[in-house]
T-cell receptor, first 113, second 113 residues
Framework: QQPVQSPQAVILREGEDAVINCSSS?????VHWYRQKHGEAPVFLMI?????EQKGHDKISASFNEKKQQSSLYLTASQLSYSGTYFC??????????????FGKGTLLTVNP | NAGVTQTPKFRVLKTGQSMTLLCAQD?????MYWYRQDPGMGLRLIHY???????AKGEVPDGYNVSRLKKQNFLLGLESAAPSQTSVYFC????????????FGPGTRLTVL
């Protein structure tokens, strides 16, 4: 079952902050975040693992609440280059099953000057 | 390094025709994936492979077959194309270790008439 992302779309002015949420009805092992610009391939942003480990870009931060089965991506002091569609992908189950992703439908972020 | 490449970039088929999409990676990744992306649906996993000679079904495998005869290549076949298979197809690969971030190819836009 696909994780649910909110909001579906958000419009910002340069310099403003945004939060994108991802929630699942299943117990999560990991959450992945990707950004896709129009006509291009998705690009990795962040991975958060059950237990607190994470890997990602310096300018991107995210949280993972295992009990609530939710993750949030925090975009601060947005730049024009942040525009794009953000996807969360989740894996569930134990045993290190961190590769079979189920993606949400995406959040379209538009940053205006 | 070229990363992940996909061939062809665009293709138009008639209903009932067959074709093969080729994905190649030069990062020595163990895991490879095929996704389809349709408007408003996010990325959906078709098939994946956890190593040379292995394949497994994803969320939406019907109408597709795959093969991974060499570690660096992952082929996606459509035996009898249908209009419902009109989509953008992305290949991805990953190391298969702890964080397992996925690297995506540029995509193939397929139209079935």
């Amino acid at each position: 079952q696909q994780p649910v992302q909110s909001p579906q779309a958000v419009i910002l002015r340069e310099g403003e902050d945004a939060v994108i949420n991802c929630s699942s009805s299943k117990a999560l092992y990991s959450v992945h975040w990707y950004r896709q610009k129009h006509g291009e391939a998705p690009v990795f942003l962040m991975i958060l693992l059950k237990g607190g480990e994470q890997k990602g870009h310096d300018k991107i931060s995210a949280s993972f609440n295992e009990k609530k089965q939710q993750s949030s991506l925090y975009l601060t002091a947005s730049q024009l280059s942040y525009s794009g569609t953000y996807f969360c992908g989740s894996t569930s189950g134990g045993g290190g099953s961190n590769y079979k992703l189920t993606f949400g439908k995406g959040t379209l972020l538009t940053v205006n000057p | 390094n070229a990363g992940v490449t996909q061939t062809p970039k665009f293709r138009v088929l008639k209903t009932g025709q067959s074709m093969t999409l080729l994905c190649a990676q030069d990062m020595n990744h163990e895991y490879m994936y095929w996704y389809r992306q349709d408007p408003g649906m996010g990325l959906r996993l078709i098939h994946y492979s956890v190593g040379e000679g292995t394949t497994a079904k994803g969320e939406v495998p019907d109408g597709y077959n795959v093969s991974r005869l060499k570690k660096q290549n992952f082929l996606l076949g459509l035996e009898s194309a249908a209009p419902s298979q009109t989509s953008v197809y992305f290949c991805a690969s990953s190391y298969g270790r702890l964080y397992n971030e996925q690297f995506f190819g540029p995509g193939t836009r397929l139209t079935v008439l």
